[in-house]
């Protein structure tokens, strides 16, 4: 089982900067892919960024260049830095884990943590 934590949502304004942090409760983290996924309301869940268990990563159209997605095998951790941010970027933004160590459906889901952009 692994469990995953988030932190650092909130609300800002539109150009503003937010950094996401997930905390992951496993021994085996450094096998996981590790995700980033939101969901607008009325909105289907999107993937906006993943990274594999080696470093590559992977990123949704909208958010390449605002966004960047960060791994710490030491730490357990895996964090979402964003900047330029738009007022279609808020969301529920929740953290994921694959065990194929890849992108692809996840396997463990996070609670979210809700970020909002004003205009």
């Known amino acids: 089982q692994v469990l995953l934590a988030e932190s650092g949502g909130g609300l800002v304004q539109a150009g503003g900067s937010l950094r996401l942090s997930c905390a992951a409760s496993?021994?085996?983290?450094?096998?996981?892919?590790m995700g980033w996924y939101r969901q607008a309301p009325g909105r289907q869940r999107e993937l906006v960024a993943a990274?594999?268990?080696?470093?590559?990563?992977n990123y949704e159209d909208s958010v390449k260049g605002r966004f960047t997605i960060s791994r710490d095998n030491n730490k357990n951790t895996v964090s979402l830095q964003m900047v330029s941010l738009k007022p279609e970027d808020t969301a529920v933004y929740y953290c994921?884990?694959?065990?194929?160590?890849?992108?692809?459906?996840?396997?463990?889901w996070g609670q979210g943590t809700q970020v909002t952009v004003s205009s």
């Open positions: 496993t021994s085996i983290f450094r096998f996981l892919g």
């Open positions: 990274i594999s268990s080696t470093g590559g990563t």
């Open positions: 994921t884990a694959t065990r194929t160590g890849r992108w692809g459906p996840p396997d463990y």
